[in-house]
């Protein structure tokens, strides 16, 4: 169902007070959906995207509603572009946010912290 929303609309505005990383983007990454996302100020962003996916590269980005407007008319008027953005947030989402990848991360961070338990205790 969720693939459904995601390509229900040719880009999907991605609109958080205090994160850029917000598990929709991983959902509609994966969907294979294209992403306009509203720029964090990175000294407020406590998820932000770049360790994980890159501005231009992967998504798009905007700080005001006039850039928002710019940036809805080009891809719009730019569909190959925003297939090969999308194309590269859909490869990026499958070779490492799937919820398998996350259950790894989650593991691995339990190990190190048992580890860390077992050397201090």
């Given amino acids: 169902a969720s693939n459904l929303v995601y390509n229900a609309a040719r880009i999907q ?6 994160m850029s990383l917000h598990q929709r ?21 406590w998820a ?9 590269e992967d998504l ?7 850039e928002l407007l710019d940036k809805v008319r080009f891809y719009l008027a ?10 590269n947030l859909h490869r990026k989402a499958r070779e490492g946010h799937t ?8 593991l691995e961070a339990v190990r190190r912290r048992l580890r860390e338990e077992l050397r201090i205790g």
């Fill in 78 to 87: 730019h569909p190959e572009e925003r297939a090969r953005i999308a194309g």
């Fill in 13 to 18: 505005l991605h609109i958080h007070q205090e």
């Fill in 25 to 45: 983007i991983v959902e509609g990454g994966l969907a294979g959906a294209f992403f306009l996302i509203h720029r964090q100020d990175p000294g407020k962003d």
């Fill in 48 to 56: 932000p995207l770049a360790p994980w996916f890159a501005e231009g």
């Fill in 60 to 66: 798009a980005a905007f700080d005001s509603p006039g």
């Fill in 99 to 106: 919820a398998a990848h996350a259950a790894g991360r989650v």
